[in-house]
């Protein structure tokens, strides 16, 4: 009897690897950490455990393989202001990491206390090693416009949007109102872009 690999639709290299992944999310997202096990996900994908083993030893591989897969960068626009810029990457991230919030959030608790790690340690893990997070390039460009002088800026302020977003989310797991969004940037940070650190 064929099965895994040698199954009917010949599946192989990165065809079979996106089959694999695209079962596991969907198990995840179904049955959360609990019922993510090598069993649940052969048998969504139509494959053997052996299959999955092979590509990733420990269900944690497989877990970070599936969340990296799914997790995809956030559009940065470029709308030629600071505040345009910081406007439309929150309205970005709102519209794609609403759901992964709420998986991070629900389903993968069991996950955090296994492995007594944090969902910013998760985070930095799944994000390219690296690069510039996006308020400091959109805070880059506006230097290179003109718009704010060229001064050291705490990387706490930088980011400070994109945390308040994450809070509004988890707080109401829900998608956050363009309003809300507005307040962030203009009444919490462009009036802190000015600080440079303790005087």
Request: proline share 7%.
């Amino acid at each position: 009897m064929n099965t895994g690999e040698d199954g009917a639709t010949r599946r192989r290299g990165a065809r079979l690897e996106d089959a694999l992944l695209d079962a596991a999310w969907d198990v995840l997202l179904e049955h959360g950490y609990l019922g993510f096990t090598y069993e649940a996900v052969a048998a969504r994908a139509g494959t053997s455990r052996p299959v999955l083993y092979r590509r990733w030893p420990r269900r944690e591989d497989l877990l970070l393989a599936t969340l990296t897969r799914h997790w995809r960068p956030i559009a940065i626009p470029d709308t030629g202001s600071l505040r345009g810029d910081a406007i439309g990457f929150l309205r970005n991230a709102d519209a794609d990491r609403a759901g992964m919030i709420t998986l991070m959030s629900v389903q993968l608790v069991d996950y955090f206390q296994d492995t007594g790690t944090s969902l910013g340690e998760l985070r930095d893990t799944l994000l390219p090693p690296g690069h510039p997070t996006a308020f400091e390039t959109i805070v880059a460009r506006a230097v290179g416009r003109g718009e704010l002088p060229d001064v050291p800026r705490p990387a706490r302020v930088l980011n400070l949007p994109l945390d308040l977003l994450r809070h509004d989310m988890f707080m109401t797991m829900r998608a956050v109102p363009d309003e809300a969004i507005a307040q962030i940037v203009d009444e919490v940070w462009l009036p802190l872009l000015t600080v440079t650190g303790p005087s």
